[in-house]
């Protein structure tokens, strides 16, 4: 299966700041996904990334807030813009392995105060 | 959208003791995954199923896809203190195109 690290691991951000998280994987995969999960609940997804395309968002979610940037097959960042609390989450990066297995890599927990 | 919908939400278990959980869509699924996840870990993948009426093992895990394929249990076995966690079930609609996460079940495993 396919492995995932993401950075940072965590941070604490002040409001109105930005925070870039990046994925990477350890072997070429045509669709990576980022997801939120909010403290206590289940994943959202934020957005679909494929390389050679701007990403697709789902409903709720926009470029400017969550620019993301897909430059190659095994990497893609997620940017969290002009930060708010209601940002504080976990950010979590996934691929599709294997045809239907979709993999998670550990998440990035970001506070912002 | 499609909703999956997870039960119990919570529980409390002796360790030692046998656990079921289960995960229902009102459409159907052509898989179903069902995933660990720890405190500050992202979600960990268990078990996939890909045919209606599949039941697959994995260790003390085993999960079937339901007859139906709107629906899929998880059972685990003689728990012990590390099956503590959130298990999400997850799947792919009938046209493989939404993925679709259900809202969780968290299992407390008491000594």
């Known amino acids: 299966s396919a492995v995932i690290s993401q950075k940072p691991s965590r941070d604490i951000c002040q409001r109105g700041t930005s925070l870039t998280i990046q994925c990477q994987v350890d072997?070429?995969?045509?669709?990576m996904f980022w997801y939120r999960q909010q403290p206590g609940q289940s994943l959202t997804l934020i957005a679909t990334?494929?390389?050679?395309?701007?990403?697709?968002?789902e409903s709720g979610f926009v470029i400017d807030k969550f620019p993301i940037s897909r430059p190659n097959l095994t990497f893609s960042t997620l940017t969290v813009s002009n930060m708010s609390p209601e940002d504080s989450s976990i950010y979590l990066c996934?691929?599709?392995?294997?045809?239907?297995?979709?993999?998670f890599g550990p998440g990035t927990r970001l506070t912002v105060l | 959208g499609q909703q999956l919908n997870q039960s119990p939400q919570s529980m409390f278990i002796q360790e030692g003791e046998d656990v079921s959980m289960n995960c229902t869509s009102s459409?159907?699924?052509?898989?179903w995954l069902w995933y660990k996840q720890d405190p500050g870990e992202g979600p960990v993948l268990l078990i996939a199923l890909y045919k209606a009426g599949e039941l697959t093992s994995n260790g003390r895990l085993t999960a079937q896809f339901g007859i139906t394929r709107k629906d899929s249990f998880l059972n685990i076995s003689a728990s012990i203190p590390s099956d503590v966690g959130i298990y999400f079930c997850a799947g792919f609609d009938n046209y493989g195109q939404n993925f679709v996460f259900g809202p969780g079940t968290r299992l407390s495993v008491l000594p």
């Open positions: 996934s691929v599709i392995d294997r045809g239907r297995e979709q993999f």
């Open positions: 072997s070429q995969v045509t669709m």
């Open positions: 990334a494929n390389q050679g395309s701007e990403a697709t968002y």
């Open positions: 459409s159907i699924f052509n898989t």
